[in-house]
């Protein structure tokens, strides 16, 4: 997006559904976006498997097909074993591993565990692991991981829109949003108001946000589910038969009235771009 300040693209997050694909299909989506990526933009890719051989092997072949960095989601299957020790044994293989930085990724949402902070303490002086995206929400977890990391050469970064200002008030660095996706203008100029102390301009559009961001994870599902049958007689795959997630209802009015009044004020650029 030509007015906004967005430093690297994420390929194969949460939003990204890498799940669904096939160890071919991820490194395919990822050269495709290195192709059609300015040199100056950085591509991190997630990279995560279950195990840790799985987990170097595709963070060796994700550095081969293009990225710069590697998003590494936690193993969750079994999540109960998972504690700081088995995680920081993990990681520390991949990351010896890996030719590429990597960024460590907690999701507890989806994944329903946090990594914890006392492992992320000890990864973060790793000198190939960068730096962490929490997308728990949690900002008092992500300002203590700021507070006990800031003598390592790491970076934290939110997980989402609905929680940039208060990350950054905390002293994260930037953001991984997939509202950005929609309204990155808006997420960008988030950002510079808080880089630039304007908290009470910022606090205002943090608020405006917080609907659209609620309503984009909603509106993702449809909007997915209506591209994979769009594009089935297209690309001969039976695409659709991925999901056994139903979809859920349409996303809330409210939030969805404010993400397009917020697109119609910066007169249908963002939108025709994110398009």
């Given at each position: 997006?030509?007015?906004?300040?967005?430093?690297?693209?994420?390929?194969?997050?949460?939003?990204?559904?890498?799940?669904?694909?096939?160890?071919?299909?991820?490194?395919?989506?990822?050269?495709?976006?290195?192709?059609?990526?300015?040199?100056?933009?950085?591509?991190?890719?997630?990279?995560?498997?279950?195990?840790?051989?799985?987990?170097?092997?595709?963070?060796?072949?994700?550095?081969?097909?293009?990225?710069?960095?590697?998003?590494?989601?936690?193993?969750?299957?079994?999540?109960?074993?998972?504690?700081?020790?088995?995680?920081?044994?993990?990681?520390?293989?991949?990351?010896?591993?890996?030719?590429?930085?990597?960024?460590?990724?907690?999701?507890?949402?989806?994944?329903?565990?946090?990594?914890?902070?006392?492992?992320?303490?000890?990864?973060?002086?790793?000198?190939?692991?960068?730096?962490?995206?929490?997308?728990?929400?949690?900002?008092?977890?992500?300002?203590?991981?700021?507070?006990?990391?800031?003598?390592?050469?790491?970076?934290?970064?939110?997980?989402?829109?609905?929680?940039?200002?208060?990350?950054?008030?905390?002293?994260?660095?930037?953001?991984?949003?997939?509202?950005?996706?929609?309204?990155?203008?808006?997420?960008?100029?988030?950002?510079?108001?808080?880089?630039?102390?304007?908290?009470?301009d910022a606090q205002k559009l943090q608020h405006?946000?917080?609907?659209?961001?609620?309503?984009?994870?909603?509106?993702?599902?449809?909007?997915?589910?209506?591209?994979?049958?769009?594009?089935?007689?297209?690309?001969?795959?039976?695409?659709?038969?991925?999901?056994?997630?139903?979809?859920?209802?349409?996303p809330p009015y409210s939030g969805f009235r404010?993400?397009?009044?917020?697109?119609?004020?910066?007169?249908?650029?963002?939108?025709?771009?994110?398009?």
């Amino acid at each position: 997006m030509a007015n906004c300040r967005m430093l690297c693209f994420v390929v194969q997050g949460s939003n990204g559904e890498f799940p669904f694909l096939t160890s071919s299909e991820r490194l395919e989506v990822v050269s495709r976006v290195r192709q059609a990526l300015p040199r100056d933009k950085l591509l991190l890719a997630g990279s995560g498997c279950e195990s840790t051989q799985a987990t170097v092997e595709m963070t060796v072949s994700m550095a081969q097909v293009g990225a710069d960095a590697a998003m590494v989601v936690t193993p969750c299957y079994y999540h109960g074993r998972m504690n700081s020790a088995a995680l920081i044994h993990h990681y520390t293989k991949v990351a010896d591993l890996s030719p590429i930085p990597v960024v460590l990724y907690s999701v507890p949402a989806n994944t329903g565990l946090d990594l914890p902070v006392d492992a992320v303490v000890t990864l973060s002086k790793h000198p190939n692991i960068v730096g962490i995206k929490d997308s728990g929400g949690d900002v008092t977890r992500i300002g203590l991981i700021v507070h006990k990391t800031r003598r390592q050469d790491f970076q934290v970064l939110a997980g989402s829109a609905g929680f940039l200002l208060a990350s950054y008030a905390v002293g994260a660095v930037g953001g991984v949003c997939a509202l950005a996706n929609v309204l990155g203008a808006q997420v960008c100029q988030l950002e510079r108001l808080c880089l630039t102390g304007q908290w009470e301009d910022a606090q205002k559009l943090q608020h405006r946000l917080i609907e659209p961001n609620t309503a984009r994870s909603t509106l993702s599902q449809h909007l997915k589910r209506g591209k994979s049958e769009i594009f089935r007689p297209l690309c001969g795959r039976k695409l659709s038969s991925r999901y056994f997630l139903f979809p859920s209802s349409f996303p809330p009015y409210s939030g969805f009235r404010e993400m397009l009044r917020l697109l119609e004020h910066d007169g249908g650029q963002a939108w025709e771009e994110a398009c």
